[in-house]
């Protein structure tokens, strides 16, 4: 590649990007560039906050595949038989799978009450309270952390494994990814300490032992790239076939909309056309595959609030520089 356009790249990331971690771009399944910033290198994690959410709508993909998971037309309450509703109350008993998966499940709140849910004993059964309400099924309700929590709740249920050993062995060892272990966070100052510890590893649980859905997993930008290369490819890595190449298919493609944004199953769809689509995780941690172009770009990044649009670096910089690439 030429070295001023390295250069540049690497300046403006210095001083527009300047709290990114790493950044990998893959085009035709190889490593075009791999770079490390604040003093990280390929063996730091970082907490990817909801690219966690891509992830885990892979490990709800391999789920199905195997038919663990019939459908995702099943109800949310069909893997909860002991969880009581309240009297009258008929939205929950109608949300499914899938409006988990679209973020058009509906909740009791207007805004998401994380203090109280981290404080509960049970996660689980405090977001299942929130569910349902009066809202309309179907309109796009983004949940960051309290309604996906179900998604895990479901998964163990179906298959009868924690979230953990199940992503290990489907996903993360085929892939050859190393998570760590479980994090158990008692406290507000133990989760900040999360967030910046730049020896971080593990995927956080909750008390019960259930790894949380929409963020919480520590990646390597390696890993982050590993997991766009599995999704270019159709979910196939190394002769094998890891996530249902239907799945991605399905998942990748618009089923919801916020605004101008459009939202497949867990995965922002940024050009249905093109088929290009990106695992967004607060800070600035995405991983972003152009299936027309055959590239993958991975940036993990330390958190802080109101990061600058990585999408706009990628569209305007990164993908020009090496999309005329071998």
Not at 67 to 79: A, R, T
Not at 276 to 284: F, N, T
């Amino acid at each position: 590649m030429d070295q001023r356009k390295k250069v540049l790249l690497e300046k403006i990331i210095n001083s527009s990007y300047n709290n990114t971690a790493g950044l990998i771009v893959l085009k035709n399944g190889k490593t075009l560039y791999e770079n490390y910033f604040n003093e990280y290198t390929g063996a730091n994690a970082v907490h990817v906050a909801s690219v966690t959410k891509s992830i885990f709508s892979a490990l709800i993909g391999i789920a199905i595949g195997n038919g663990q998971i019939k459908s995702m037309d099943q109800k949310v309450l069909e893997f909860f038989p002991d969880y009581t509703i309240n009297r009258g109350e008929k939205t929950i008993q109608r949300v499914t799978i899938k409006n988990m998966l679209t973020m058009t499940a509906p909740y009791k709140y207007k805004s998401e009450p994380y203090e109280q849910f981290f404080a509960s004993d049970n996660w689980i059964k405090f977001a299942l309270d929130l569910l349902g309400g009066r809202g309309q099924i179907g309109e796009f309700t983004y949940s960051a952390i309290i309604g996906t929590h179900i998604l895990s709740g479901i998964l163990i249920k179906a298959t009868g494994q924690s979230v953990f050993d199940f992503a290990t062995e489907k996903l993360f060892s085929p892939l050859e990814i190393q998570v760590g272990n479980n994090v158990v966070l008692q406290n507000k100052e133990e989760q900040l300490a999360f967030f910046k510890d730049k020896n971080v590893r593990g995927w956080v649980a909750d008390q019960q032992g259930v790894n949380t859905a929409g963020w919480g997993l520590t990646l390597t930008p390696m890993d982050m790239a590993k997991i766009g290369q599995l999704y270019l490819d159709g979910g196939l890595w190394k002769d094998k076939q890891i996530i249902p190449a239907w799945w991605i298919d399905e998942s990748t493609k618009e089923h919801s909309r916020w605004g101008k944004l459009s939202y497949g199953y867990l995965w922002w769809i940024l050009d249905d056309k093109e088929h290009i689509y990106a695992a967004l995780g607060d800070g600035g941690n995405v991983i972003y595959v152009n299936t027309k172009k055959k590239m993958v770009v991975s940036i993990a990044s330390l958190f802080v609030p109101h990061a600058k649009d990585r999408i706009k670096l990628i569209k305007e910089y990164i993908e020009p520089m090496f999309e005329n690439c071998v």
